[in-house]
């Protein structure tokens, strides 16, 4: 079977490409123009424009702290009741599975990364995604709160015995990569501490937060996984926090490091309120590292829900709850926190987070290093993608948004300064290209041949928002699954997971710690092929070399 | 072998879901309940009731829902079974019924460590059997009250009349502020909402000062997996129904002895692959058994199926870790899965009403 995509604006930066032409899909990859033979599809996209399916590096999607968030938050405005006063609109961080791959893929998503599992509920986790259609998925295990680490930096066991837990946790819990979320305090927190700051040593181990990011740094490096650490750094969400930003940045030295959602790390002190913008520092220090990367976690306004592994954090955060509820869950590594939040256009803090996020992706000069997330739910549910992709795209839409909120909150900004605007060659690439490439997945991400037949194909129009929301078509490996913004075929997406060596030592040591400290052995944490209950789940990303 | 019952007489197995398929056909609103069945069988038991438009309940849904309410009208600290195991030093063991709902608790916690037990109402506890567990209170209705002084007394604040001496009270007070990390223990089958939300609120006040958290003890048949994969399947708990095209919670609308005893259900599809448990409604309906056990319960056709972790591998919530796990099949037989079986019936169903 072969497709031709026909007379397109095809956007492939990864490729050096923006030229009207034609894209030819055969079974699941994408190929050369034929010399003779027929084709058996043509769509006419003469006037769209043609990318790569979009890959979303950080987006809280599936496993039990979302599930958790699903059962809390029942309230819904149903589509068949329509709105009942004492309700609030559905919080889109509860949408279940189905309606995730579904939601995703109308906006020409093709590939979505889970970023917080606990090697201990990973299972789930991979029940869920496989319960999420369309799309393909990826997961990122979380280290760096649990005992085992812990005691082998206390121990100075040395890198060797580091990189051999992180493979064996990454390879039972069936991860692309591995994160580190607040390290060592969710550790601290469990002994009473509530602060905890780069340079504080958890209780009991004594070990700095830095070390422990600085050794699971090391050890992904070693391990040649594609994926640098991926960090949530410590003090999320505090006024001045972005000096523990800057000094996590300048901790990353000269090796790869990838911080998430560092919006929320963009705060000073200054200002009437204690609390202000610190983006355009934050981006400045950024700009200079070359050997880190970030993405946004852009705050919208709304109803939502943030869940977090960082359970210090969203202990901290409970009482200012909207609508007044949580669940805290101490966890045998990370735990988590559920706080339901509404993000509101007269709150200061939340126009200066708001603020911050775009002045991040703004002043960020590289699209290569600046990755578009809203760390769904937790800034922004991913369905408000949209509307941030036009936002970045066009100075007069801020202008008109900034003229509707609190100036004062503003003030302590410096959006209203900058001109910027993304081009739609800035947008392909932040969204496809850079993300294919910060994840190592070498046939995603762009249109040449031999890609996976992952493609997005928009109308343009003067409402960019609307562009963005719905497809006019969505291939997904070669098969068309949106028309117009509509799903058509939900066919099952695999989850990608990285495949390192594992020293055989370490199975027998790991089988030994459980035992000792849980009476347990750990075959409760394996995640196999034939327990997901769906044909061919995994694909394997190969290490580097 | 699986075996096949139409109306009380054996049949081959493939009649059984042909003749499943025709009363599921029939009915305008059936129930899918009891729902005792792997994570497997949870999901096919979801692609089912979407499948028909049906309503999808757990036989154990009053007490799931019990603490659920907890968390989704007030808010709840908890804490894992593994936590528990490796950090607590002290144990708040609230209400009877804590070793029925978890047989391995004081094997898993009763180790070294602080225990008071309020209002047990076992025997065994009573007679001191367990060395570390001090008891206080003797008749379970007085929990409720003793919960609630134990958290003004914590919070300082003058109580008026108490059911057991102030002192006793001021000091398991003074001990719940001392502990490191304490850990509260109850069975939602066992208390009413307040009490477990008076419980609830006592934790986050601990909070204060030291670290407490809680450990709901999980209900039997494979609830909270079942929960889980309703919740990740429909956006919702158990108790949904799809009737009207979408997912749609309600825990008194979709209770299924309510639909069933009401008369706006018309046919039951009863699920304990776990074991013989039988329906708590009272009116008689077409109804389609999956059983792990079948018993004399009279029905228009039976199926049995293997027992999930016994006869077949499975994914089950564990009790010990707090977390869903792949279990492998301690006797394997050759026994249909719940997941197979409704997998069958919905290949004789005509097609789902688009949506």
Known sequence: ?545 | MAEAWIRGKSAPLEAAIVEAANIVARSRHPVIAGLGTDVAGARAAVKFARHVGGVVDHMHSDALLRDLDVMREASMMVTTPTEAHVRADFLLLVGPGLIEAWPALPERLFGKRRIIWLCPGAAAVSAGEYKNVAVLGDNPADLPAIVALLRARCAGRPVASAPVALATIDAVAAELKRARFGVAIWSAAELDRLTIEMLCGLVNDLNEGTRFSGLPLASADNAPAVQQVAGWMTGFPLRTGFGRGVPEHDPWRFEASRLIDSGEADCAVWISAYGARRPTWKRDLPLVVLTGNPSTLRTDVTITVGRPGLDHDAVEYLATTGTLAAVSARHPEAAASVASVLGKIITKLPAAPPC
């Open chain 1, 1 to 545: 079977m072969l497709t031709r995509l026909a007379g397109g604006r095809v956007i492939d930066p990864a490729n050096s490409r923006d030229a009207i032409g034609d894209i030819f899909i055969r079974d699941d990859r994408i190929v050369d123009a034929p010399a003779g033979g027929t084709v058996d599809e043509t769509y006419d996209i003469s006037n769209k424009i043609v990318m790569a399916g979009a890959i979303d590096v950080h987006s809280h999607i599936a496993g039990s702290n979302e599930t958790m968030g699903r059962l809390v938050l029942p309230e819904l405005r149903s589509p068949v009741d329509g709105f009942h006063p004492g309700h609030f609109a559905r919080p889109a961080g509860t949408w279940n599975t189905f309606e995730t791959g579904c939601t995703y893929a109308a906006m020409g998503f093709t590939t979505v990364v889970e970023p917080a599992v606990l090697p201990h509920q990973a299972l789930q986790a991979h029940l869920e995604l496989a319960d999420i259609p369309i799309i393909d998925k990826a997961t990122l295990t979380v280290l760096g709160n649990d005992d085992f680490l812990l005691n082998l930096l206390r121990r100075r066991e040395g890198r060797a015995a580091i990189r051999d837990y992180a493979a064996w946790t990454l390879s039972t819990s069936r991860g692309l990569g591995i994160k580190v979320i607040n390290a060592g305090g969710a550790a601290a927190f469990k002994d009473n501490l509530r602060v905890f700051s780069l340079d504080d040593e958890v209780p009991e181990y004594g070990v700095s937060s830095r070390a422990i990011v600085k050794a699971l740094q090391e050890a992904v490096h070693e391990l040649r996984l594609t994926h640098p650490l991926h960090v949530h750094c410590n003090n999320l969400g505090l006024a001045g926090n972005v000096e523990t930003a800057l000094a996590t940045i300048e901790a990353a030295e000269h090796l790869p490091l990838h911080l998430a959602h560092l919006q929320f790390y963009g705060y000073g002190k200054e200002g009437p309120r204690g609390f202000s913008s610190a983006g355009a520092r934050l981006a400045e220090a950024v700009n200079a590292a070359k050997s880190v990367t970030i993405d946004v976690g852009q705050v919208m306004f709304g109803q939502t829900v943030t869940i977090s592994c960082d359970v210090l954090r969203q202990f901290n955060a409970r009482n200012r709850a909207r609508p007044k509820k949580w669940v805290i869950c101490d966890g045998d590594s990370n735990g988590a926190g559920i706080v339901p939040y509404e993000y509101n256009t007269a709150d200061f803090f939340n126009v200066v987070q708001w603020a911050v996020g775009l002045e991040l992706f703004l002043l960020i000069n590289d699209p290569w290093r600046v990755f578009f997330t809203t760390d769904h739910p937790n800034g922004a549910p991913f369905t408000a993608y949209p509307d941030i992709l036009a936002l970045l795209m066009d100075r007069d839409l801020r202008a008109k948004w900034m003229s509707r909120l609190p100036k004062e909150a503003l003030e302590v900004t410096t959006l209203s300064s900058i001109a910027r605007e993304y081009s739609i060659v800035d947008i392909a690439i932040m969204t496809r290209a850079a993300p294919a490439k910060l994840l190592g997945l070498k046939d995603r991400g762009h249109l040449g041949v031999g890609a996976l037949a992952d493609i997005a194909v928009y109308s343009p129009g003067n409402d960019k928002a609307a562009m963005f929301r719905e497809a006019a078509l969505v291939f997904k490996s070669g098969q068309l699954v949106v028309r117009d913004g509509t799903v058509r075929h939900a066919p099952i997406g695999r989850t990608l997971r990285a495949d390192p060596v594992c020293e055989n030592g370490i199975k027998a040591r790991m089988r030994n710690y459980y035992q000792e400290r849980y009476a347990l052995s750990p075959e409760f944490m394996t995640v196999a092929d034939a327990t997901i209950g769906k044909p061919d789940p995994f694909e394997i990303v190969p290490c580097l070399n």
